[in-house]
């Protein structure tokens, strides 16, 4: 998948990797305000640099998953978020953060488990994530939500995501969907998201994808 390129940085306590197949490019790691991650510098990181707090705080500033890091003596590593939410990026990706479960992705792929970048376009070639192909394209959506869900009883646990074969993105689990604008709209337990760009109920699944969209998936 993707490039495989994988860039590991190692430092005294602190080991930081930054994973090529999964980026793209939002620029949230070295354009925040820290020494972290400077795009000129070899290397592009350097974790002895900042602290373990620091650390955490850039590495969750990625919303795709790319960037992970861990104590090189295993005492700590990126907790998930206490709530599961999906926000629509405008004419972009579903970025979902959370205790996540990604079915048919090895547990070791980047940092997939907490945050996330799904392709919403249908036309990523590194399918359930994006690619950035919505952007070559000029794939074009507002990003509202204009649905609202049941609710849940309480935030947080585990969020299941399933890429179903030649269809949507099913969750399943606690998750509250913002609109690009920022605001929560949508609320509940279970909930079918477009994949396939083809929806006119947007970023909800209304079966346009059938007959019309192949990509791998659970059956």
């Known amino acids: 998948m993707g490039s495989n390129k ?45 602290d373990a707090e620091e650390v955490d705080r850039i590495s969750k500033r990625c919303p795709s998953g790319a960037i992970s890091w861990s104590a090189n003596d295993g005492s700590s590593e990126e907790q998930a978020e206490e709530e599961n939410t999906v926000t629509v990026v405008p004419s972009g990706p579903l970025y979902v953060r959370g205790d996540l479960t990604i079915e048919g992705v090895p547990e070791q792929e980047g940092n997939v488990s907490k945050r996330v970048a799904l392709c919403r376009c249908g036309l990523s070639k590194n399918k359930p994530f994006c690619d950035n192909s919505h952007a070559k394209a000029n794939w074009d959506d507002t990003g509202a ?62 079966g346009s994808h059938k007959g019309q969209f192949e990509a791998d998936g659970e059956s």
């Open 6 to 50: 994988i860039l590991t940085f190692e430092g005294e306590e602190i080991t930081v990797i930054w994973d090529g197949n999964l980026c793209i490019h939002a620029e949230e790691c070295w354009r925040a305000d820290s020494e972290l991650f400077e795009l000129k510098r070899d290397p592009f990181g350097n974790p002895d640099l900042v």
């Open 145 to 206: 939500v204009g649905r609202e869900g049941p609710g849940f009883e309480e935030a947080g646990g585990p969020l299941s995501i399933s890429p179903r074969k030649d269809g949507p993105i099913l969750l399943r689990g606690n998750v509250s969907v913002r609109a690009a604008s920022g605001c929560v709209r949508w609320t509940g337990k279970k909930v079918s998201l477009c994949r396939c760009g083809l929806s006119k109920r947007k970023p909800f699944c209304d």
